[in-house]
């Protein structure tokens, strides 16, 4: 739009450039009179602009007026326009005075600040700021996409808000200090997302947090890669950690989300032999069986008590089912759809377990809503990232370990990011078994270092339960991503020497397994 407006500014002004030139020897033209008086009052272009101008603007003097036929002509061009291109200018003049130059003196204004640069002004954007003004940050909040007055919050102080469509980078250029500047790109295109961020201009205070599912090898420090429905599903598990009771877990849904709750939840519940878990999925759409064969194949044998079913049958026909699972989770893509299916249960079908429905809405009180908004996109998000806090830190344990030489979390493979995360989430299950009567559901360092002092005194027996449960998991990990067992470690065939039963490991390698209980003790907070 702007563009098209400077083209129209642009012809309008070199139509009237040339109409003064044209004007010019048009009146010379017309001599001087037998007293050897000029008969033109216009003889150069200055006059011209004078006559263009106080005619433009409807003074009219009349110190200069045209003479010549031609002369005459753009005179009355000049008259009958001025009025409309008057009212033009001044519309195109308040136009960018209440458009980009007040945004932009604001900006200046608050040049010093904390900022935060939002790539839209959408749901997760908008909750993000609700957030952080509730919280008390002082934050300056600049806003690159359009303006849309009905998602505008009462919560939301618009003197600390400037709306402007300008370059990312051009905006950047405008902070000075040393306070922070944090760009959120949430739009739509996760992959265009990731190619702005690439492309942002970064210095050692710009933090750029994308909405994204790429998975580079190699991390740029400055670009916190947020894939919302992994984030979610960690979130969901580490919230609502499932309790020794649970048997049976149903989950309705289709699509990546369904495929999120599986993976992290395989990884997250992995307890020791007595408590295995079934997974219920009905209408599921997804790839999650192909993406997935090893893990799959180790879920249909015998070495684990977990299972996993996929229904053909609409949940509605397994009644017994849908009446004795220990939790009900409703993850569909369509967030309506969940809501839609919750309030069929709760009308038509007798449960025991609790109902969880992915959902950006309010709080129920027959079910709890998981806000994928709220959940995602808080004052935690700039804070301390996207709850890879503990997986960079064991990363940083290991490190020391091995005298610095492994590579720091940024040049890590996107499978070893992928391995420490799950070591750093299955954490709260280690602590939740060694302390079962505290019902932990957040880490600190004094309940790591209480629960590591339950685990360093445990008899041989119990132990051993410990290690094989710390073997199961890596096993879990690794098939996961399709690895296959072999007695030749090969990474790149992904193939690996251990992956076999905790029974079939010598008791070197078994010791070893007391490494991931020993995090406990470390200082990684």
Known sequence: MKKK??????SIVLFYIILMIAMVPAEVHMGVSADGEPLYSISTLGDAFWYMLVTFTTVGYGDLTPVSPVGKVIGMIFMISSTGL???FINMIFSWMTGDLAPRFHIWKHRKDKWVILSSFNDEARCFMEDLISDGSNVFFICTGEK???????????????????????????????????????????????????????????????RTDETPDELDPHITLLDEGDFLARYYWQAYPVKESEKDILVIGGGSPVDRILERGLLINVFPEGRGLTYHIFGYHGDFCK??????????????????????DPWQEDTQLLAGASRIILCDEDMNRNLSVKNRIR???????????????????????????????????????????????INELYRKKAGGDAPVWEKLSEFHRQANMAAADH?????????????????TKEICRKAYGIFETADPGLRDIYRKLEHDRWM????????????????????????????????????????AWQILNEDIF
């Open 291 to 312: 993406d997935h064969h090893q893990i799959m194949a180790s879920l249909e044998s015998d070495r684990t008590e977990d299972a996993m079913i996929f229904h053909d």
């Open 148 to 210: 849309v007055l009905d998602n505008m919050s009462d919560t939301l102080d618009l003197s600390r808000i400037a709306f402007i469509k300008a370059p990312i980078n051009s905006i950047i250029k405008k902070h000075i200090g040393d306070e922070l500047c944090t760009v959120l790109l949430t739009d739509g295109d996760g992959h265009q997302n990731y190619e702005t961020a690439l492309h942002i201009t970064t210095a050692a205070n710009i933090r750029i947090i994308c």
């Open 5 to 10: 407006r400077l083209i129209i500014i642009v």
């Open 86 to 88: 008057l009212v033009l």
């Open 427 to 443: 954490l709260l299950t280690k602590v939740r078994l060694l302390m079962p009567e505290d019902d932990v559901r957040t880490l």
């Open 476 to 515: 879990r990990f690794y098939l996961m991503y399709n690895w296959r067992y072999d007695p030749v470690r090969n990474n790149g065939m992904r193939r690996h020497h251990l992956l076999v039963p905790f029974e079939e490991l010598d008791e070197a390698e078994r010791i070893k397994d007391d490494s």
């Open 347 to 393: 009308k038509y079908f007798p449960t025991e377990g609790t109902i969880y429905v992915f959902y950006s809405g309010s709080e129920a009180a027959d079910s709890v809503i998981v806000n994928r908004t709220k959940c995602v996109y808080n004052k935690d998000l700039m804070h301390s990232g996207i709850g890879n806090a503990l997986a960079v830190n």
